[in-house]
Every structure is written in C-alpha cells, then in structure tokens.
C-alpha cells in the first residue's frame, strides 16, 4: 500500500477532550505515541495532522489526521487533505464513537452509511461516498433519565469506565496498525470478534 490516512473524529479544545464523542481523536493519539509520530496543528488543512513511515511497513507513507473544524464538519478538512495528497477514499480509515455499541466493542466495515452519526455524514458528503474503511469504537448508550444523545455524547467517562476505556482505545490503534500491514479481511475478522474487556 503506497498511503493510508487515519482520520479520528471528535471536536478540538479542552472542554472536549475527554468526552464520549472524541474517542476517534483519543484512538488516533494513542497511535501516533505508538508509532512514534507527532501530531501538529496544519492550519492550512484546518487539522493536526502527522505524516511518516513506521519500520513495521517501510514502504508506507502514514498519514494522521484530527480535523479541528468541530465534528459536523469533519469532512471538510478530510477532503481537503485527501485531494491535497491525491488520496482516494478507499486510501481514507475514519476512526469514530459509537452509542449503538457498548463500552469495549469495536467493529471495522469498509463502508455504510452513518448510523446518525454527524461526523461520518460529513465525511461520506464531502468524499461524495460512503466507500471508505471507518472503525467504530463502542462508548455505550447509558444515559440518564431526561439527558439527550448529544448531552450524552459530550459526557465525560465514569470512573468505573475508565479501565475498559484505557483498554479499548489501545486495542483500537492496535488494528490500525493491522491495517497498515494486513489484508483488510483478515483485520476485519479480528476486529469484529466479540471481546469484552475489563473482566
């Protein structure tokens, strides 16, 4: 493979950083420390963003990206980027939340539609297709009594959750560094199994 983007969704600034609906961005990190990149902010592609080579696939240009233009416009700066290095969508991994999966749970399809999620509507809109690699990663859907899908979402995690958490979002970088080196079935099927974490 000559070039991969991995692209996690969540919204920049502090308020924000530790919220349910920035585990795309929380995931992306945790590869950079992995691969020993380092994420910088690119005004120019409204994003940080991350470009090298790993020595696990040294014919492979890694590319890294946090879109900073809030989640509902995630796909602007994705297109931007991609047509700047002339990346096609099939080029493009999209790491995101997920409220229909609980705590732990990760899935990796090659496309769908976004399930309702905002960020991944921005991003098939603005690649024009939903052909693209996206991981999902669970964050549950345990809302209290009386609080909304985008309260919930922007919630923080509960203490209890955060052993499972620590776990999934380095499982989570874990398999996209299977994608650098591994056919995408393969990934797939050891992705989609079902673990459940912390126990």
């Excluded at 990190?29 to 020595?55: H, I, P």
């Amino acid at each position: 493979m000559g070039a991969i983007v991995f692209v996690g969704l969540g919204n920049p600034g502090k308020n924000y950083s530790l919220t349910r609906h920035n585990l795309g961005f929380l995931v992306v990190e945790e590869l950079a420390r992995q691969l020993g990149m380092t994420l910088r902010e690119e005004r120019s592609f409204c994003a940080a963003v991350a470009k090298g080579r790993w020595e696990g696939a040294p014919n492979t240009e890694i590319h890294l990206l946090l879109p900073l233009t809030y989640m509902n416009e995630s796909g602007r700066a994705v297109r931007q980027y991609v047509d700047y290095f002339k990346m096609v969508p099939s080029q493009v991994v999209v790491v995101c939340d997920d409220v229909a999966l609980e705590l732990g749970q990760l899935r990796l399809r090659r496309r769908g539609s976004s399930g309702g999620h905002n960020g991944l509507w921005s991003v098939s809109t603005h690649l024009g297709t939903e052909g693209f690699l996206r991981l999902r990663i669970g964050v549950g859907s345990n809302m209290q009594e009386g609080q909304t899908l985008a309260d919930y979402v922007l919630s923080g995690f509960k203490t209890e959750e955060l052993a499972t958490l620590d776990e999934s979002i380095k499982r989570g970088a874990g398999v996209l560094k299977l994608l650098i080196t591994e056919p995408i079935a393969k990934v797939m099927s050891q992705c989609n199994t079902k673990i459940r974490l912390g126990e």
